[in-house]
């Protein structure tokens, strides 16, 4: 697999900030054959909450190019860094 990401942070008020991201990735169906043709993508935007073990995480991320039966956006909710 292939995993691309993107994000820019700015500060909003205080320990709050606001995000705008770009991700990218992929599931290789062979490991000799890898391409860019086979690659997903998607957009979005979140807030972070700074706490001194890291950041809570609220995102929406928007599927540009949904194939059918799959949705146009999900929201995601995390603790911590992405990496």
Known sequence: YTIFNVEYT???????Q???F??????LPEADNP????MRYGIGAGLRYKL????????YGVNP???????????HFSFG???
């Open 52 to 59: 001194p073990i890291g950041p809570i995480r609220l995102d």
């Open 65 to 75: 190019n949904p194939r059918e039966h799959e949705d146009f956006g999900a929201f």
């Open 18 to 20: 606001g995000a705008v």
């Open 10 to 16: 700015f500060p909003l008020y205080g320990e709050l």
């Open 22 to 27: 770009v991700d990218a990735g992929n599931l």
């Open 35 to 38: 391409g860019l043709g086979d």
């Open 81 to 83: 860094f992405a990496f």
